[in-house]
């Protein structure tokens, strides 16, 4: 978290020269404490908020990297994204959430735990990065960033319908049930339609009225805070995933 | 014409999502029945229809996954309603049948049914077969009810079988105190200590306020909770963590099916259902009574469960090869032509 965090200031401060050693330094060692968690736990590192905080902060550093190589986010703003979303994604897991690991409860006990939840966490990185791109492009270049957080959602996409689906074939099995409309449920459908939406909007309108692309990728992503957060932690959203809080 | 079917797209995708963010808000029971309501029923028949016509647009000819990904939706929608209690009712006021869309079977150990009931308990129907319930299990996580781990080298310090009554002399001159114990054991952040105290009288969730006293003289507080879980300050010296004896780590009703009485036996396990005679048979709970324990099996029926299945191969090749794989061969080719 800490050098994560030192990566971000690294963008702004030019004595920070170490940017990018601090930024290997923060994928190292969350990928470390993960392993370290994994080794102790009664099962994936999956179950817990905590164990899913661990689990993006270790996912961060190989699709930060994907995104560099593969789609050329190597822009000031796609840097500081990376250092910012690592200390934002490890502080909960350090600071806020109990990390002492539970025996899985029956229900957990299948093949499409690790899938389902796995695919959306790679989804959500994916989404925040675009999220952070739409955010930074409301400001300051905004067609060169839409097209970046487009690229971005459609590389997320498909990891979102699949975790949608797996998690719909799951419940079919567990409880005989496709879909249970349980909040979460929800939310993540919410999430699927909202980003759908964008596509649609996209192709009928394309750049034509950029900034209401890029409120749509914030919608986006405040209702993928809600489904990842907000649901597992209020105590107002009542269902099957209140587990995982 | 295009412009037309893609705005309207965005407009119901838009409030599919408002649909969906309203009804989390009214908690799962209630939005089964908002979802499946009459009005819903109609949205659904509404956006399946505008889904078959826009497949008729011209732009799919040159789009094949984008096709896979729209018939995947309109397929899934489809079986979805197919299989639904309310088109179920339907056909079974207008075609005289009386299949079961959902219910449950409650059996005791060496007793025998076919009666299915709904979730108040009135029977809906029974099965074309009976199911015997042979025997019902449940296996728990072996761990101690009580244990307690050096934090640092994860060394087991102490186990107990139960929460002690009164204060228990450990090795290494420990000493163990129990200082509450409640029906709903919530904690409360006070001047950033945690302060237990009694949650609301409706949700059980039963667990202990511990108290480890050390030689040095130092007290250290932990709380755990009989369903699994526990907290202490980050500062503490070890882990105490509670499995309670009742902490299930599987279920299991071993059935034996009786139709045109050939026998055959199946095990029915939480994430392990039984496909039978176009129903889904799962392990959905279990109580006690005076008699001893009895299984609840789920039963659902299997219409529209190809309809959906196919749908959902479909929606993900067509996310797959429209998202990834086109991007991919477009990316390709440009780098080819700009190398040529």
Known sequence: ?245 | MRHFWLLTSVILLGLWAILCIYGSFLGSQSAVFFFQSLPLFFFWVIFDLFLLFSLMNTHFRTHPFLFMLHSGVLMVISGGLWGSPKAQDWRNRFGRTSEIVKGYLILSEQEETNKVYDASGRQIGSLPFDLYLEQFTITYYDNPALSILDKNTRQNLCTLQQIPEGPVELEGGLRLEVLGRYKNLQLRRQQGLAVPEEGPAQIRNPGFELKLLWPDGTEEYYYVWERNGFWMPSSNRCIVSYSAPQMPRQYESRIVLRQNGKPTVHSIRVNHPLFYGGYTFFQQSWRENEKGCYTILGVVSNRGVPAVLTGYCLVMLGAAGHFWLVPLVKTIRKEHRHSD
Not at chain 1, 66 to 80: A, I
Request: charged content about 10%.
């Open chain 1, 1 to 245: 978290m800490v050098f994560y965090a030192l990566s971000a200031a690294g963008v702004f401060l030019p004595a920070l020269r170490m940017r990018r050693l601090f930024w290997k330094a923060g994928c190292i060692a969350s990928a470390a404490a993960w392993l370290f968690h994994w080794f102790r736990a009664f099962g994936f590192p999956l179950q817990t908020m905590f164990e899913i905080f661990l689990t993006l902060g270790m996912l961060l550093g190989p699709l930060s990297w994907f995104c560099r190589r593969w789609l050329g986010m190597t822009d000031p703003l796609s840097e500081l994204a990376e250092g910012l979303l690592g200390f934002c994604i490890l502080f909960p897991a350090g600071f806020v959430f109990p990390e002492y690991p539970r025996p899985l409860p029956p229900a957990l006990q299948s093949p499409f735990f690790i899938p389902h939840v796995g695919t959306y966490m790679f989804a959500y990185i994916l989404l925040a990065h675009a999220a952070v791109q739409a955010a930074g492009g409301l400001f300051a270049a905004p067609v060169q960033r839409e097209y970046r957080a487009f690229r971005l959602v459609r590389l997320a996409f498909p990891f979102l319908t699949m975790g949608l689906i797996l998690g719909s074939i799951w419940a079919k099995i567990a409880w005989g049930d496709w879909w249970s409309w349980d909040p979460k449920e929800l939310w993540s459908l919410a999430c699927w339609l909202i980003y759908l939406a964008y596509f649609h909007w996209r192709a009928d309108f394309g750049v034509r009225y950029v900034n209401a692309n890029l409120w749509m990728l914030l919608v986006g992503f405040l209702a993928v805070l809600c489904t990842l957060l907000l649901v597992n932690l209020s105590t107002f959203f009542k269902g099957l995933h209140n587990y995982a809080g």
